[in-house]
């Protein structure tokens, strides 16, 4: 009996040492992942070819599609397999921006801090002609300017005033932030009297709403059109010489309802790309080929705005020399996600996805939004392949392309590979947000629908991660707090229950396949570079992406490395 005890005693030991022993190995391998993110990272380098050297990447131009060959290299250089392009769309035409610039030459010389709108058409040549302010109302004062706008420079709206700031732009969250982010939001609800009631979706239809203020606007835009103006000037809703800055406008239809949306083709041009499901959009987008013509569209900085707004309404008489020369590009309508792999082991058919958006709007770089995610991204996989780590499953990386138009990209991505919902009836739009899947009708699973444990996305900014949100699935909390641990001394603790929505993680999760969005630090992603010209390389924190990079690349290498798949929220009744 004394020697059964002992056989045992020393069956368990072993079994304990062989825990600690695994133990041991999980923890050096994490252990190398940081010393190979924080000590040989090329994060910063990646970042800087991207934005510096190919720099802006609007969806279409040439420079998105030099970023997706850049990149298909680079990770085939680094040993990743399949490194492709898949293409999706038709999107529309390209944009790039050849020429510009705009200035106030008479009664004096006043440089302005402006930038043309993406999609704006050019002027031609360089135009001298009045400025012109309309800060109207409604659309019966609009009409009181018709016959004065011919060959005008029009201001669109009047002065906004600029507080000062007493507080820095930039911020990091504060532990009491953080620990709120664990509790669960309040429920929303429609409002107590219904959708009519007060707090509920109808509110949005009474007269000083976003909806009336869009009309408004569109009916400027027709107007200024229809009387031949030369150019409409906007001011930036930004201070300090930031312009936020996004897409040109087209006039609304006169006659008849926009078309419906194009139906899906092929590319054909011998890439070696994938298939290409449509991506669902609007079809009077001003980047459709067939888009109606439109005015060139200035947005000015709000200080050089509102100066030339008071010295109109002073009785100065102002003439602008502007000079905007853009080329379209519609020989190619297509858009192309940047596609590679880690091949797995054992588990080699399912598989682990990271990725960002490559995308970027044209007044900055994209540094912020989202050249940073895509280097750490790139990083997170590269720190992999450099220390040979084995993932029993497939690790994928994908670059996506047509965010910044509507989750395009990936959203086509998902419909190719993972599953899709009937097309949302006229009029309405499809619900593509977090949480629990919507029921909008039976899901048409796609082949990899099932084989996709995890998607994790990094797209706010430059800040470090201090988290990440659960899209709603409580299963994955204590996994991923798990997971976090080794982190704790680098500021990542947080794991919360909550949502987070406008971007790449959402066409994942909205076909029940889980996807994750990491919680960053702000820094000074919405009060400077998002969507800005202070979207650049400068003001990227090097620090803070090598601690996303380790952290991203610890999350692949567990998720691939788990006996089993990550738990999935279920499907909604009809799906």
């Known amino acids: 009996m004394a020697k059964s005890y002992r ?18 190995a999980d923890s050096q391998v994490v252990d190398r992942i940081k010393e190979e993110g924080l000590h040989h990272s090329q994060v910063m380098q990646t970042l800087s070819y991207l934005s510096d050297v190919i720099g802006p990447r609007l969806t279409g131009s040439p420079s998105l599609k030099r970023a997706n060959d850049w990149t298909k290299e680079t990770l085939a250089k680094w040993g990743l397999q399949n490194a492709h392009l898949e293409a999706w769309g038709p999107f529309g035409r390209g944009w790039q921006l050849d020429r510009f610039s705009a200035q106030v030459v008479e009664p004096q010389a006043i440089p302005l801090i402006a930038f043309p709108k993406a999609w704006s058409p050019s002027i031609g040549h360089p135009v001298t002609a009045e400025v012109v302010l309309v800060d109207v109302a409604d659309e ?9 706008l011919k060959g005008k420079i029009v201001l669109s709206g009047g002065e906004r005033p600029i507080p000062a700031r007493f507080v820095s732009q930039g911020s990091r969250y504060t532990d009491k932030e953080l620990a709120a982010m664990e509790e669960p939001e309040a429920p929303r609800t429609r409002g107590a009297g219904g959708p009519n009631g007060p707090g509920g979706p109808g509110q949005r239809n009474q007269p000083n709403n976003f909806r009336a203020q869009a009309a408004l606007a569109a009916a400027r835009l027709r107007f200024f059109m229809d009387e031949g103006a030369v150019a409409v000037l906007d001011e930036s809703r930004g201070d300090d010489g930031t312009i936020f800055v996004q897409s040109a406008s087209v006039p609304p239809p006169v006659d008849k309802p926009a ?58 008489n102002l003439k602008m020399t502007v000079d905007l020369k853009a080329q379209f590009f519609d020989k190619d309508l297509m858009a192309y996600n940047t ?60 670059l996506w392309s047509g965010e910044e138009q509507g989750l395009f990209g990936s959203r086509a991505y998902a419909a ?55 899209q709603g699935n409580e299963k994955v909390g204590p996994i991923f707090s798990e ?93």
């Open 339 to 398: 596609v590679a792999e880690i091949p797995g082991t054992d588990l080699k058919d399912q598989i682990v996805m990271v990725g960002g958006h490559m995308d970027s709007w044209h007044s900055g770089t994209g540094a912020t939004d989202n050249g940073a995610g895509v280097a750490v991204a790139m990083e997170a996989v590269r720190i992999i392949k450099a220390l040979d780590l084995k993932p029993r499953r497939t690790i994928r990386v994908a």
């Open 483 to 575: 997971w976090l641990a080794p982190f704790k001394e680098m500021g990542a603790t947080t794991v919360t229950i909550r949502n987070t929505g406008s971007t790449d993680h959402v066409s994942f999760d909205g076909v029940g396949v889980p996807g994750f969005q990491f919680i960053q630090d702000v820094i000074e992603y919405d009060t400077r570079t998002h969507h800005s010209n202070q979207d650049v390389f400068d003001r990227i924190q090097g620090d803070d992406l090598k601690q996303a990079s380790v952290i991203i690349a610890s999350f692949l290498y567990n998720t691939a490395m788990r006996d089993e798949m990550l738990p999935r929220k279920p499907l909604s009744s009809g799906s």
């Open 140 to 148: 019966a004062e609009l009409l009181k300017l018709k016959g004065k």
């Open 7 to 24: 056989t045992l005693a020393f069956l368990l030991a072993a079994a304990a040492s062989h825990a600690a022993i695994a133990q041991s």
């Open 416 to 470: 190719e590979h993972l599953g899709s919902y009937p097309p949302p009836a006229p009029g309405t739009t499809p619900n593509f947000g977090g949480g629990p899947v919507a029921n909008r009708g039976p899901l048409t699973k796609k082949a990899e629908w099932d084989k996709v444990s995890a998607y994790y996305n990094l797209d706010n900014g430059t800040g470090k991660i201090r988290g990440v949100y659960l």
């Open 259 to 316: 078309p419906s949306t194009a139906a899906g083709m092929k590319a054909s041009s011998g890439l070696d790309v994938g298939p290409a499901p449509q991506a669902p959009r609007r079809a009077t987008s001003v980047w459709d080929k067939s888009a109606p013509k439109t005015l060139p569209q200035i947005t000015v900085s709000a200080e050089h705005y509102n100066r030339m707004v008071r010295m109109i309404k002073q009785g100065v």
